[in-house]
């Protein structure tokens, strides 16, 4: 006959992980999820997460051996968890004004599914703890501290750490839009031009090392930006309407990166602090300052 698992840790196990789970499910700089249907999707494989962290322990004390092996399984599922959101966004991305981008897209997905994995970290510390000291309050709180540290990991950098973002000077050369020198785009319509004057705004990015200055070199880094501001500020175009597009190009002499954006709300401190705020991506990041002399860089 089957030995009855300890159910009260199992209980508290679940429960703290769904707790985290729903702290992590929030709107957000991505913009997403937003309707009750991805609420219900993410919560449900986030409860699911829950169980299988809380179940291991007190399975392997049963000397239920099979259990563990279903954490093969649950990794499995996390990783079609990933390949769901690359897929949905990737979509969507189609039809956006001003678009995330693949490597904005990549990172939001393994995001998804680096917070079950937190999740499951959660549940089985607190039925761990649960199951050993026979103390719930305790249990909880351990569970908690994993929460904690798992929302600090997952946070990871933004664009003000490695930046100073100020202000910028826009100009036209002519027809051509023009931030401290650096040529963005040729605008041929003269209402376009004028439009640029009455409601462009400027950023410069001065990067603090080498590291910060190849990794805002990546286009797709600068694409989360500009996607970020139109997401957050409002954005002043339409379909058709290239000319009024934000976007962001860099200074081949020094490294910086310019932007320029004619938002909804033309105001340059909120766009200030939207660049500062833009996460930076995985695929984005470069350290050619951890490369020393004489040794090759990894492939």
């Known amino acids: 006959m089957v030995p009855e698992l300890p159910w009260m840790a199992v209980f508290l196990g679940v429960v703290a992980g769904t707790v985290a789970r729903l702290m992590l499910l929030r709107v957000d700089y991505r913009q997403y999820p937003t309707y009750p249907e991805a609420y219900l999707s993410h919560l449900a494989i986030g409860v699911l997460a829950a169980f299988t962290g809380a179940a ?47 490597a904005y897209i990549e990172g939001m997905a393994r995001a998804f599914e680096a917070r079950n994995y937190v999740v499951m970290a959660v549940a089985l510390l607190t039925s761990g703890v649960a199951l ?13 501290a994993v929460g904690v540290l798992g929302f600090v990991v997952m946070r990871g950098k ?72 139109a997401a957050i500020l409002g954005v002043y175009i339409d379909v058709d309407t290239p000319e009024l597009t934000p976007l962001a190009r860099r200074d081949l002499r020094s490294g910086n ?30 350290r050619p300052n951890s490369v020393r002399p004489g040794r090759r860089a990894a492939d």
Do not use: C
């Open 56 to 102: 291991v322990l007190p399975a392997l004390q049963e000397h239920q051996w099979t259990a563990a092996t279903f954490l093969v399984l649950v990794g499995q599922q996390f990783t079609g968890v990933r390949d769901m959101e690359r897929r949905y966004l990737s979509r969507i991305d189609r039809v956006e004004l001003v678009p995330r981008g693949p």
């Open 132 to 144: 050993f000291s026979h103390n719930p309050l305790l249990a909880l709180l351990g569970g908690a």
């Open 158 to 229: 933004t664009v003000g750490d490695i930046a100073r973002v100020r202000p910028g000077r826009l100009e036209f050369n002519g027809s051509l839009l023009e931030i401290e020198g650096v040529v963005l785009m040729d605008v041929g319509l003269r209402d376009a031009r004028e439009k640029w004057r009455e409601r462009g705004l400027a950023v410069v990015l001065e990067p603090i090392d080498e590291n910060a200055r190849d990794t805002l070199a990546s286009p797709g880094q600068r694409q989360a930006m500009v996607h970020d501001a």
């Open 257 to 286: 990166v310019v932007l320029a954006a004619m938002l909804m709300e033309p105001d340059i401190g909120p766009l200030l602090e939207v660049v500062k705020r833009t996460p930076l991506l995985e695929a984005s990041v470069r």
